[in-house]
Nanobody, 125 residues
Framework: VQLQASGGGWVPPGGSLRLSCAAS????????MTWVRQAPGKEREFAAA????????VYADSVKGRFTISRDGPKNIIYLQMNSLKPDDTAVYYC???????????????????WGQGTLVTVSS
């Protein structure tokens, strides 16, 4: 299993970024996917998840209405469109995957078996 996250960088407050996570080595179409972030000095926290079918998404309250997770089946890629970014969004963003899990487990970090290397997002003026 390989998960390659990209798209991080510096952005001023209020700006936007789109992260990508390219997946390989597993059945993407049968797998739930997530974006998780870790701010400096803090533990990893759930940001967003998308079901294998793409029809269901879940968001942390802190990003709801500003972030959008999506997936491109033929390309085996998931995205995280991040708008109205705040300094508190500064973190390393990781993508992770697991075979289908219950809806109630989508936001639990322990549900995910495989993790990518992360991409750094810095929001500052």
């Amino acid at each position: 299993v390989q998960l390659q996250a990209s798209g991080g960088g510096w952005v001023p407050p209020g700006g936007s970024l789109r992260l990508s996570c390219a997946a390989s080595g597993f059945t993407f179409a049968e797998s739930d996917m997530t974006w998780v972030r870790q701010a400096p000095g803090k533990e990893r926290e759930f940001a967003a998840a998308i079901r294998w079918s793409g029809g269901t998404t879940v968001y942390a309250d802190s990003v709801k209405g500003r972030f959008t997770i999506s997936r491109d089946g033929p390309k085996n890629i998931i995205y995280l469109q991040m708008n109205s970014l705040k300094p508190d969004d500064t973190a390393v963003y990781y993508c992770a995957t697991t075979p289908r899990v219950a809806y109630s487990a989508l936001a639990a970090l322990s549900s995910y078996d495989y993790w990518g290397q992360g991409t750094l997002v810095t929001v500052s003026s």
